[in-house]
C-alpha cells in the first residue's frame, strides 16, 4: 500500500511538531505493507534534518499550497505519479482535492470553534472581517477530504455542526509529547523560594488568539502585585515576526523589557531542555484544540497558569491555576497565588503527572493514525 504524507502547509506553529512525530513513529514502526511518501514543507524536513532522521521516499516542498497555485500543481503532479491508494494530509485543509481516497487532519479552531474572546483579541472590525473571510475560505477545503480526524472532542462537533459533514467520518486521536519528552527524565520543578527570580514559559508562534500581546500587562500587573518578585516569561518568538515589535514596544512602555526574554525560534529538538530549564508554563490562549503545550509541561513536571476556558479545562482538567481568559490582573494574581503556596506548586505537578499519562504515547498516537488511514482506503 502508498500512502502519500502531505504536510506541505505546516510552516509553523505546534502542526510542524505532530508532523515531526507522525514521521519519526512510522519510520521506527517500518510497516511492512505500508510504503510511504512523505511531501513535508520545508520546516517539517528541517525538524528531521535535526533529528536525525532520513525517510527514504521524501518530496520537500519550497512554498505552500496555501497560496501558491503552482505548489498545488506539483502536488497534484506528485499524487499522479505515485498513485497511492490513500493520502494523509497531518493537518489541513490542504487547499486542493485530491484524486486518491483522503484522510484530513484538522486542527484549525478557528475553522472549528472559534468564539467571541478569540476574535475581540485581533483588535479591529478589519481584522475580524478578515480571519471571517478566511475561516470560511478554509473550512471550504477543508470540506474537500473523505475523512478526517481531529484531536478534541469541540473540534469534532463543530466538524459536524459548522462543516456538516457525517458523524461517521470524523474520528478522535488525542494530541501528546513527542517521544522526546517520554524519553527524558526531567525532574520536576522545585518551588522557587522568595528572592530566586522565576521563570513562566510560552512556547509558541505568533498567532492573535495565542494571546502573547497581553504578557506586557500581565508583567506589568505583576510588577504592581509582587515587587519583591522577579517574574520573567520565557517566549520563542522569531526574529522576523511582524508582532514582536509590538511586543517589545508594549514591554518598554510599561516598563517590563527586563521580564521578557524572547529566545527565537527554538526546535524540537531543544524543547525537553527548555521546558528543564524554566519554573513552569504560562498559557494566555484564547482559541485551541489541543495544544501540546499543556501535556509537555505536565510531562516535565512544570505547574501550568492557564486562560480559564473550556478548552483548557478539558486538557488539563484539575491540573492548571486557572485565571479569567481577558484580565492581565487576572493572571497576575494567579501568578502570585501560586508563587505563595508551595503545597499548590505540588499538587498542580501531580495532578499533571496524572492527566499527561491518560494520553497516548505517540507511538499509540502513530498506531490511532495507521487505523484511520487503512480504513480510509478500505
Not at 273 to 298: I, R
Amino acid at each position: 500500500m502508498d500512502v502519500l504524507v502531505n504536510a506541505t502547509t505546516l510552516v509553523k506553529g505546534g502542526g510542524i511538531q505532530v508532523a515531526t512525530s507522525f514521521v519519526v513513529e512510522a519510520e521506527k514502526a517500518a510497516v511492512s505493507d505500508i510504503r510511504w511518501h512523505y511531501l513535508l514543507s520545508k520546516q517539517v524536513a528541517a525538524e528531521l534534518s535535526i533529528l536525525g532522521v532520513s525517510p527514504s521516499r521524501v518530496h520537500v516542498l519550497d512554498g505552500s499550497p496555501a497560496r501558491n497555485k503552482i505548489c498545488r500543481q506539483q502536488i497534484l503532479e506528485l499524487e499522479q505519479r505515485i498513485s497511492p491508494d490513500v493520502v494523509f494530509s497531518v493537518f489541513g485543509p490542504a487547499f486542493l482535492k485530491f484524486r486518491s481516497p483522503h484522510l484530513m487532519g484538522l486542527g484549525n479552531g478557528w475553522i472549528t470553534h472559534s468564539n467571541w474572546l478569540a476574535f475581540k483579541s485581533l483588535g479591529s472590525i478589519i481584522k475580524m472581517l478578515k480571519q471571517f473571510a478566511g475561516s470560511v475560505y478554509k473550512g471550504y477545503w477543508a470540506c474537500q477530504a473523505d475523512r478526517w480526524v481531529v484531536e478534541a472532542a469541540n473540534s469534532r462537533l463543530g466538524m459536524i455542526r459548522r462543516l456538516r459533514v457525517s458523524p461517521d467520518a470524523v474520528a478522535v486521536v488525542p494530541n501528546s509529547c513527542a517521544a522526546l519528552f517520554g524519553e527524558a527524565e526531567v525532574p520536576d520543578a522545585e518551588f522557587p523560594e522568595l528572592g530566586k527570580p522565576v521563570q513562566l514559559l510560552y512556547l509558541s508562534a505568533w498567532y492573535g488568539h495565542k494571546n502573547i500581546q497581553s504578557i506586557p500587562y500581565v508583567a506589568a500587573a505583576l510588577k504592581d502585585i509582587e515587587p519583591a518578585r522577579e517574574i520573567v516569561f520565557v517566549l520563542t518568538i522569531p526574529d522576523d515576526e511582524p508582532g514582536l515589535a509590538q511586543l517589545n514596544a508594549d514591554a518598554e512602555r510599561l516598563g517590563v523589557t527586563r521580564y521578557i526574554n524572547n529566545l527565537g525560534r527554538l526546535s524540537l529538538a531543544d524543547a525537553v531542555k527548555l521546558y528543564a530549564s524554566v519554573d513552569a508554563c504560562f498559557m494566555p490562549s484564547l482559541l485551541e484544540t489541543f495544544s501540546a503545550n499543556y501535556p509537555e509541561a505536565m510531562s516535565t513536571g512544570r505547574p501550568l497558569i492557564a486562560s480559564d476556558l473550556d478548552f483548557a479545562r478539558a486538557i488539563c482538567g484539575d491540573a492548571a491555576k486557572y485565571f479569567a481568559a481577558t484580565s492581565p490582573v487576572a493572571a497576575a494574581e494567579s501568578i502570585v497565588e501560586l508563587l505563595r503556596s508551595p503545597d499548590e506548586w505540588r499538587r498542580l505537578i501531580l495532578a499533571g503527572r496524572r492527566e499527561v499519562a491518560k494520553l497516548p504515547t505517540p507511538a499509540e498516537k502513530y498506531s490511532s493514525y495507521e487505523e484511520l488511514i487503512r480504513e480510509t482506503v478500505a
